[in-house]
């Protein structure tokens, strides 16, 4: 049988999620070719795999991609809009753009050349000078170690595979984590099981009114006063717990109330500072990812963390290759819907200024 031919394009972005749609809205105004190669069945990036109930905490209007607001949902609700509802904006949004997606696309390999990179995957290969890496983080949760961890004979489960409350009605459930994820989880497994809270430190809430807007309005403050070398403001991290209505319906329970870690786990639950034991059903981790890049690590330029060397979104050792969507270090607040739009614009720019010019026809 013989080999499928190799497809050339001038571009290959790998993930079609959020941050891959974003950099495809800029490149479409280039005209250079290109290609969005997605392992996903459908439109929708990891937010296909958020848990059932999940929303986001700035309203829709601060949750857009470059070019199209998100729209508005209705109902009671509306400042938040639901994970279902954050898919759906990204289908229409490929849909609206016409964005050169083929999915499933499983890729394989990443290989370098002189002049550009091969990408094989399980539907072919496809050859490009320049390369977008925008896996994301969702498949590569990050589990801390503890002393006798593998001994427990509950269930653990990341927050990535956590879906919902229901086949936990009735267990002992510790959640461990201080982020906003951890205080949703939280809000709605308290209302079918015995939860316990455990952080890092004292986790910090925000006023009610300070919805995700505020909060990154703040934290580009923040940002651009440690640019300039300035003392910014204590407040509006983006890691602070953003008081969504089922949060706050959990601080009416008394159930937000977080404790210091364990020292180790037992085959029962875990052992505390103090030397007390307590048992669990269940141990949820909302302790969050690491960058998706180990399709990256053959070319040596991967860190332990996952990192890649970047100025900017550029990775410095590999030309022709960017990374976006993965936090700051490839852009303020790039793994964020808002975020992701400055460091995709920047991305598309420097491609089509890295790539040979088109000569003009004579």
């Not at 009610?208 to 006063?225: I, K, N, P, Q, W």
């Not at 300035?230 to 977080?258: E, H, K, N, Y």
């Not at 070319?299 to 050792?317: F, M």
């Amino acid at each position: 049988m013989a080999e499928e031919p190799i497809q050339e394009t001038d571009i290959v972005v790998i993930g079609g999620g959020q941050s891959g749609l974003s950099v495809a809205y800029f490149l479409r105004r280039t005209g250079r070719s290109f290609v969005i190669l997605d392992d996903q069945p459908r439109a929708g990036g990891a937010w296909l795999h958020g848990w059932d109930s999940l929303r986001l905490f700035s309203p829709a209007e601060a949750s857009s991609l470059p070019g199209w607001p998100m729209p508005r949902p209705a109902g009671p609700d509306a400042g938040f809009p639901a994970r279902q509802q954050v898919i759906d904006y990204l289908d229409a949004y490929e849909a609206r753009y016409k964005l050169p997606l083929r999915r499933p696309v499983r890729v394989e390999q990443l290989t370098r050349h002189t002049d550009g990179y091969t990408i094989r995957t399980d539907k072919g290969t496809w050859r490009a000078p320049a390369v977008v890496c925008s896996t994301g983080a969702w498949t590569n949760p990050v589990l801390p170690a503890y002393p006798g961890q593998a001994d427990f004979r509950g269930l653990q489960l990341h927050s990535a595979h956590y879906h919902s409350p229901e086949s936990l009605a009735g267990q002992r459930v510790l959640i461990v984590g201080g982020g906003n994820s951890a205080a949703q989880i939280l809000a709605e497994v308290s209302e079918v099981a015995h939860t316990v809270w455990v952080t890092l430190t004292e986790p910090t809430f925000l006023p009610d009114d300070v919805d995700g807007r505020v909060l990154f309005s703040r934290a580009t403050e923040r940002y651009h006063a440690t640019q300039a070398g300035q003392s910014p403001a204590p407040t509006g991290r983006l890691g602070d717990i953003v008081m969504v209505p089922s949060v706050q319906a959990a601080r009416s329970r008394g159930v937000l109330q977080a404790r210091r870690p364990f020292v180790r786990i037992t085959t029962q639950g875990v052992v505390w500072p103090d030397g007390q034991s307590e048992s669990f059903d269940t141990i949820i981790w909302c302790t969050g990812f690491r960058p998706a890049t180990d399709l990256l690590g053959p070319l040596g330029i991967v860190d332990r963390e996952g990192r890649v060397a970047t100025d900017g979104t550029r990775a410095i050792d590999a030309p022709g290759l960017w990374l976006v969507g993965y936090g700051n270090w490839t852009g303020f607040a790039s793994a964020t819907l808002i975020g992701v739009g400055r460091s995709a614009r920047q991305t598309a720019e420097e491609i089509n200024a890295y790539l040979p010019q088109p000569q003009p026809s004579i």
